[in-house]
């Protein structure tokens, strides 16, 4: 497994692929000069306080997409669990199973008390630069405000196309 490593805001995100609940492959640098990246580590499918993040992130999608932004959960959980965790809470954005943890550590992100996968939340721009991050395993809902505050912010500065 790579080694964790501590990413700031002003770092180059980290290249992956991974599966999706489809199956379909996906990479973040499919994104490269297309759509920032919300990108939200998740401890697990199903249980409450993933599920509360999940669905804020949900009920705040149109925002996210209206500020360019594509929104993208991640856990070790299988790409069959996570299609039942999307298909049951109406999730519109993918989710992507990171079944042995390798993104995670390669994001940096830490378990809680060593147990708990942690939950944070990056803002990548469109040329794969961290903008944002929040980290925090029992307020999800703020994972969501502040990250679309600060896209929100930032697509404001943008010239229009």
């Keep these: 497994m790579a080694a964790s490593q501590e ?3 002003g770092d ?10 489809t199956g379909e492959m996906v990479s973040l640098a499919n994104y490269r000069g297309r759509a920032d990246v919300v990108l939200f580590f998740y401890p697990k499918d199903e249980t409450a306080v993933c ?8 009920d705040s999608y149109q925002a996210f997409q209206e500020a360019g932004a594509e929104v993208i959960g991640i856990s070790s959980d299988s790409a069959a669990s996570h299609q039942r965790f999307a298909e049951r809470n109406h999730l519109p954005f993918l ?3 990171d079944a042995d943890g390798q993104v995670r550590a390669r994001y940096g992100v830490k378990k809680t008390l060593g147990l708990i ?3 944070t939340t990056f803002l990548i721009d469109r040329e794969g630069i961290i903008r944002s991050l929040f980290s925090s395993q ?3 809902a703020r994972h969501v405000s502040e990250t679309l505050g600060v896209l ?7 010239p229009a196309p």
């Design 152 to 158: 929100q912010r930032l697509h404001a500065k943008r």
């Design 12 to 21: 180059r995100a980290p290249d992956f692929t991974l599966p999706s609940a």
């Design 7 to 9: 990413l700031r805001v």
């Design 138 to 140: 029992f307020q999800a």
């Design 51 to 58: 599920t509360k993040e999940a669905c804020s992130f949900r």
């Design 117 to 119: 996968p942690g939950r």
């Design 95 to 97: 989710l992507l199973s």
